[in-house]
């Protein structure tokens, strides 16, 4: 029973790293990535984001997994083509799936929140160092 727990776990595991897109370089140059995107509930508006800021919905920012804090990105709704500039400084998202959470404001721009989550390209387009 034990080894069945341990290798359900295992296995859930390696499905959640491979559960979104890397950063590639498309054609042109750019490093992108495709994978879905949310936005901050009201509950984190105040709190101190991963690089020390306080976090303000109304602010073009963005928590990324892995892009260094200060680069900012293009994000594309895949579904209607609108965009926003972000900057990345916070960690994050830490749902299976998702590649990027925005502040509500800057979601807000490019779809309804009543959404939640929708289809996007991350475009880096100033990489910090």
């Known amino acids: 029973m034990i080894l ?3 290798t359900v776990t295992f296995i ?3 499905l959640a790293g491979c559960s979104s897109q890397p950063l590639v370089k498309s054609s042109s140059g750019e490093l992108i990535q495709l994978g879905k995107a949310s936005f901050y509930a009201d509950k984190y508006q105040g709190r101190t984001t991963a690089n020390g800021e306080r976090f303000d919905q ?3 920012t963005a928590a990324h997994l892995k892009l260094a804090f200060g680069t900012k990105v293009k994000v ?3 579904a209607n083509n609108k965009s926003v500039i972000v900057r990345i400084n ?3 998202p830490y749902i299976r ?3 990027i959470d925005l502040s509500s404001s800057m979601f807000k721009k490019i779809a309804d929140p009543k959404v939640g989550v929708i289809d996007v390209q991350v475009t880096v387009i100033d ?3």
């Open 76 to 78: 594309t709704n895949l």
């Open 90 to 92: 916070d960690r994050g």
């Open 58 to 60: 109304q602010a073009a």
């Open 127 to 129: 990489k910090a160092n």
């Open 4 to 6: 069945k727990k341990l």
């Open 97 to 99: 799936g998702r590649i």
């Open 12 to 14: 859930a595991i390696i």
